[in-house]
């Protein structure tokens, strides 16, 4: 790094010295095993105590659960290093285990759950992986088709899911199923999965194009019983914990793109100071020279992105069009880079021996995995074509009646529909920034099983909301499912598990 870019780096010293202790880490414990793992198609296991008992596990948990709660920014310095082990494949599966699995069991789950499994999964003890994706449904997660049917205090789960990272050796599964399959986004709930329980089965572990040193599965799941308690949110809430979890999913996949490109790239370099053709080096040729101007300004460019993006993220602000932007940008870029290192490297880059042929193949899934190109593209025509107007509305209609009651009699009314029998132990104060003609902002408490609900901003608020008028009301009268509302970046909330505690508390608007 020069000095321009040392003094505008988003890292201070204390995340400078934890890269070193990373560096460290991985070059001494992963590096050297990396070759092992991809012929074996798998790595071993016994590196995730190792992560764990080196911190590297915990880095976003509580203290409790033996994490170390440290801000974003340390996990960022963890992605980066770690990518600098030489292959795609196994940071993938660390980091399914600590960001893309296990963060639904910390947000959403009991305490009882939590107390239970996040110690052994900050640990390394158990492994997880996140299973949504089935045969017959990738994109499309609200068509998944595997079932959990109520029997007691059990769901009876029947079905199957397939490309699951982690699937041979995962302990755990933050599970996508159907509790109302008459529905679609709200007809999803998410459940914790111990794969011991009978009826689970491997189906087959896939051979893939790269990523070798991740495992990839099908899962079968044949009348398993899976206890009610190891809900996370309520049921029908599972298509909200996954878009909320895939928006930190999307960044990884981000911040990682960018480390991968910049490891092949400064692989490249070396290469081309060294290998001669025409009687000089092939870098001496000005259109190679070119070329690592590009990629270089490219990889700069998806970086800033990237870490733009993730202050967003960090702010606690709605952060969908920047994470969007960076997992489309970058990943597109990640797979570009490894396309014109191998160019470079000419025959060589071909060959399995140099670096450049496994960055090729590890790299074709960025545009494919946690939300495709397509995918992404899709989220931001809406927000950049449909622009505010962009609603997801129920079969039928097309735009919100906003005839109903006032913003203001919304909020007059609920006290009155408040069931503190619903409301479990939530104590919390929420505030909503209502925006247009008849908003305004509200503070409302939920305290020793009443509410309070005041005009105007008051304590401070433990949820954030930020929506219109008009988004309001309609999902305040059943005209908008909240969750197509959130997903459509009408509604920012910043604490979604205790929003979701007030909605359940509270009757419907009559
Ligand atoms: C190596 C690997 C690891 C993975 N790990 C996991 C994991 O751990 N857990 C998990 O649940 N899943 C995992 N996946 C699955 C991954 O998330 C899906 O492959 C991805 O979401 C795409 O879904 P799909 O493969 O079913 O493709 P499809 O959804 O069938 O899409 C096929 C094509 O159609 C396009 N398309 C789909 N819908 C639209 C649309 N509305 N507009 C425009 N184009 C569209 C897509 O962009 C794509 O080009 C993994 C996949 C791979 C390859």
């Given at each position: 790094m020069n000095e321009a870019q040392t003094a505008c780096s988003p890292f201070n010293e204390d995340h400078q010295s934890f890269r070193q202790t990373c560096r460290r880490f991985v070059s001494e414990k992963i590096t050297p095993r990396i070759d092992e793992w991809e012929a074996n198609k798998?790595?071993?296991?016994?590196i995730f105590p190792e992560m764990g008992a080196m911190g590297l596990l915990g880095i976003p948990y509580p203290e409790e659960y033996g994490g170390s709660e440290l801000d974003f920014w340390y996990s960022v310095v963890w992605m980066e290093e770690l990518a600098r082990c030489g292959a795609a494949g196994f940071p993938m599966s660390t980091m399914v285990h600590s960001?893309?699995?296990s963060p639904p069991i910390e947000r959403f789950g009991t305490q009882e759950l939590k107390d239970r499994f996040m110690p052994q999964i900050v640990a390394g003890e158990k492994i997880t992986a996140l299973a949504i994706s089935e045969p017959g449904a990738g994109s499309d997660v609200a068509g998944i088709r595997t079932t959990a049917v109520r029997d007691g205090d059990h769901y009876i789960v029947n079905g199957s899911k397939t490309f699951i990272t982690n699937g041979t050796e995962a302990d755990l599964l933050t599970l996508a199923v159907k509790t109302d399959p008459s529905q679609t986004h709200s007809g999803v709930s998410a459940l914790v999965f111990e794969t011991d329980t009978p009826g689970f089965s491997i189906g087959r572990k896939l051979e893939k194009l790269g990523c070798h040193s991740s495992d990839t599965a099908e899962l079968a799941f044949d009348n398993c019983r899976v206890p009610?308690?190891?809900?996370?949110?309520?049921?029908?809430e599972g298509f909200y914990i996954i878009m909320d979890n895939f928006q930190q999913e999307r960044l990884v996949g981000a911040i990682s793109a960018v480390a991968g490109a910049e490891l092949i790239f400064a692989k490249t370099l070396e290469y081309a100071r060294s290998r001669k053709a025409f009687g000089k080096p092939i870098g001496h040729f000005q259109v190679q020279r070119h070329r690592f101007a590009e990629i270089a300004t490219r990889i700069e460019a998806a970086r800033q992105m990237a870490y733009h993006a993730t202050r967003v993220f960090v702010s606690g602000q709605n952060a969908v069009r920047e994470i969007s932007m960076a997992k489309l940008f970058c990943c597109e870029t990640g797979t570009w880079v490894a396309d014109q290192c191998v160019q470079t490297y000419g025959g060589w880059g071909y060959m399995e021996e140099y670096p450049a042929a496994r960055a090729l193949r590890d790299t074709r899934l960025l545009t494919i995995g946690g939300g495709t190109s397509e995918i992404m593209r899709e989220i931001l025509s809406r927000m950049?074509?449909?622009?505010?107007?962009y609603l997801l509305p129920?079969?039928?209609?097309?735009?919100?009646?906003?005839?109903?009651?006032t913003v203001s009699e919304i909020f007059g009314s609920l006290p009155k529909r408040f069931r503190s029998e619903k409301a479990g132990d939530l104590q919390e104060v929420f505030r909503f920034d209502i925006s247009g003609s008849g908003g305004g902002t509200w503070t409302v408490q939920v305290k020793e099983g009443e509410m309070h609900v005041r005009e105007g901003a008051h304590e401070d608020p433990g949820c954030s909301v930020q929506t219109d008028v008009d988004t309001y009301v309609a999902v305040e009268t059943g005209q908008i499912k909240p969750q197509d509302a959130f997903m459509a970046g009408r509604i920012t909330v910043d604490n979604i598990p205790a929003m979701m505690a007030l909605s359940g508390s509270l009757s419907r608007l009559s």
């Amino acid at each position: 790094m020069n000095e321009a870019q040392t003094a505008c780096s988003p890292f201070n010293e204390d995340h400078q010295s934890f890269r070193q202790t990373c560096r460290r880490f991985v070059s001494e414990k992963i590096t050297p095993r990396i070759d092992e793992w991809e012929a074996n198609k798998g790595y071993d296991r016994s590196i995730f105590p190792e992560m764990g008992a080196m911190g590297l596990l915990g880095i976003p948990y509580p203290e409790e659960y033996g994490g170390s709660e440290l801000d974003f920014w340390y996990s960022v310095v963890w992605m980066e290093e770690l990518a600098r082990c030489g292959a795609a494949g196994f940071p993938m599966s660390t980091m399914v285990h600590s960001y893309m699995a296990s963060p639904p069991i910390e947000r959403f789950g009991t305490q009882e759950l939590k107390d239970r499994f996040m110690p052994q999964i900050v640990a390394g003890e158990k492994i997880t992986a996140l299973a949504i994706s089935e045969p017959g449904a990738g994109s499309d997660v609200a068509g998944i088709r595997t079932t959990a049917v109520r029997d007691g205090d059990h769901y009876i789960v029947n079905g199957s899911k397939t490309f699951i990272t982690n699937g041979t050796e995962a302990d755990l599964l933050t599970l996508a199923v159907k509790t109302d399959p008459s529905q679609t986004h709200s007809g999803v709930s998410a459940l914790v999965f111990e794969t011991d329980t009978p009826g689970f089965s491997i189906g087959r572990k896939l051979e893939k194009l790269g990523c070798h040193s991740s495992d990839t599965a099908e899962l079968a799941f044949d009348n398993c019983r899976v206890p009610v308690k190891n809900l996370l949110g309520k049921e029908g809430e599972g298509f909200y914990i996954i878009m909320d979890n895939f928006q930190q999913e999307r960044l990884v996949g981000a911040i990682s793109a960018v480390a991968g490109a910049e490891l092949i790239f400064a692989k490249t370099l070396e290469y081309a100071r060294s290998r001669k053709a025409f009687g000089k080096p092939i870098g001496h040729f000005q259109v190679q020279r070119h070329r690592f101007a590009e990629i270089a300004t490219r990889i700069e460019a998806a970086r800033q992105m990237a870490y733009h993006a993730t202050r967003v993220f960090v702010s606690g602000q709605n952060a969908v069009r920047e994470i969007s932007m960076a997992k489309l940008f970058c990943c597109e870029t990640g797979t570009w880079v490894a396309d014109q290192c191998v160019q470079t490297y000419g025959g060589w880059g071909y060959m399995e021996e140099y670096p450049a042929a496994r960055a090729l193949r590890d790299t074709r899934l960025l545009t494919i995995g946690g939300g495709t190109s397509e995918i992404m593209r899709e989220i931001l025509s809406r927000m950049v074509f449909d622009g505010k107007e962009y609603l997801l509305p129920e079969e039928g209609s097309s735009t919100p009646d906003t005839s109903g009651p006032t913003v203001s009699e919304i909020f007059g009314s609920l006290p009155k529909r408040f069931r503190s029998e619903k409301a479990g132990d939530l104590q919390e104060v929420f505030r909503f920034d209502i925006s247009g003609s008849g908003g305004g902002t509200w503070t409302v408490q939920v305290k020793e099983g009443e509410m309070h609900v005041r005009e105007g901003a008051h304590e401070d608020p433990g949820c954030s909301v930020q929506t219109d008028v008009d988004t309001y009301v309609a999902v305040e009268t059943g005209q908008i499912k909240p969750q197509d509302a959130f997903m459509a970046g009408r509604i920012t909330v910043d604490n979604i598990p205790a929003m979701m505690a007030l909605s359940g508390s509270l009757s419907r608007l009559s």
